[in-house]
């Protein structure tokens, strides 16, 4: 795809130069500024429009989102982020930020002033544009991009891919770009992943039947070769295998359904009410496509799905904490950086 469009010069601030510089841009999905009815309106709109995310032909799908989904949507979405809102902000964008910080350091440490660290969100503030900008300034000449996704699935990294894109295609001097699809079954990850929850059972005391409640996906999108499905297994796989746990003390499940198609199965509710009725009465629910905690682990796993397991005769649901900016998360993730910067740095 050429980035060579008739569009306005881009001044000498805009151009990448040679300076041997190295950009790392860590990408999230995005959260509203507020937890209001028209900051959400206005995420959801943007989030919601996105042809990765929702692939329906836009002469059905644009007519039921301006007309079923804004206007009514964002008063329930509001309200549930009101439940989660912290001092800073939101927890995805604060958790995301921390992180950031302590990976920045990190990577000073290692490379001095070489590599230079942005975050941007996919949807919301700060833009990926707003980020690639700023690595024009920085004189930065090779780009790699970190979505913040453990598992690759078109609609998450997919669209981090379409928004950098987009962003570089009205510079002349193009950056050399790398992207890191996944790190689904990475060492450190599995291994800093298996220890927050092992952390999490020695708190409470014991173990309990160990839920891992992956982010749903259209079943279509898995269907037409998206790897997301066959990621989420292998990292469910590599963890049990590492907690050493047998069959009967663990499962698997999707979360956060959206409209009336399918999604990947079994649903995270369908697999809490049957555990439920089969007599088990505590879960731990660990959420691993989420590289920080976030809305769909805060509010609708550890308050929606925690009430509705008691109401069906289940006695605790409790929620291991995401990775967050946790040091060995952040060394995890500087580490898969490093060996995919190894050439560069010594160019």
Not at 236 to 254: A, I, K, M, N, P
Not at 304 to 331: C, I, M, P
Request: proline content about 5%; overall charge neutral; glycine content about 6%.
């Amino acid at each position: 795809m050429s980035y060579f469009h008739a569009v306005a010069p881009a001044t000498a601030s805009q151009e990448f130069s040679t300076a041997g510089r190295v950009g790392v841009l860590l990408v999230n999905l995005g959260t509203p500024d507020a937890p209001t009815y028209f900051a959400v309106q206005r995420y959801l709109r943007e989030f919601l429009a996105d042809r990765r995310v929702i692939d329906t032909p836009r002469l059905i799908w644009l007519p039921v989102l301006y007309g079923a989904v804004l206007p009514f949507r964002p008063l329930r979405t509001a309200r549930n982020y009101q439940k989660i809102w912290m001092s800073e902000g939101s927890p995805l964008a604060v958790y995301s930020q921390r992180l950031a910080t302590k990976m920045r350091s990190m990577l000073r440490t290692a490379f001095n002033d070489q590599v230079r660290v942005e975050l941007a969100m996919t949807y919301g503030s700060p833009a990926i544009a707003r980020a690639v900008q700023s690595f024009a300034e920085q004189g930065i000449e090779r780009l790699l991009v970190l979505p913040l996704y453990p598992q690759y699935c078109s609609s998450t990294t997919g669209a981090v891919v379409d928004g950098t894109n987009r962003a570089l295609k009205r510079w002349r001097s193009l950056p050399e770009v790398r992207f890191i699809n996944d790190y689904h079954d990475d060492a450190g990850y599995i291994q800093a992943l298996s220890r927050k929850i092992q952390q999490h059972w020695s708190a409470a005391g014991e173990r309990a039947h160990l839920l891992f409640s992956y982010h749903g996906i259209p079943a279509d999108y898995a269907a037409k070769g998206d790897p997301y499905q066959r990621q989420t297994e292998a990292t469910t796989r590599l963890v049990v295998s590492r907690l050493g746990l047998d069959e009967t003390q663990w499962s698997h499940c999707y979360q956060s359904r959206f409209g009336r198609v399918e999604w990947l199965k079994p649903y995270t509710l369908d697999k809490i009410k049957e555990l439920a009725d089969r007599g088990i009465s505590e879960l731990t629910v660990a959420s691993p496509s989420f590289a920080v905690d976030c809305l769909e682990t805060l509010e609708e796993v550890a308050i929606e799905y925690r009430a509705r397991f008691l109401s069906w005769g289940g006695k605790q649901l409790t929620l291991v904490a995401g990775l967050n900016d946790d040091d060995e998360h952040a060394q995890v993730l500087v580490d898969i950086i490093k060996r995919r910067l190894e050439d560069w740095t010594q160019s």
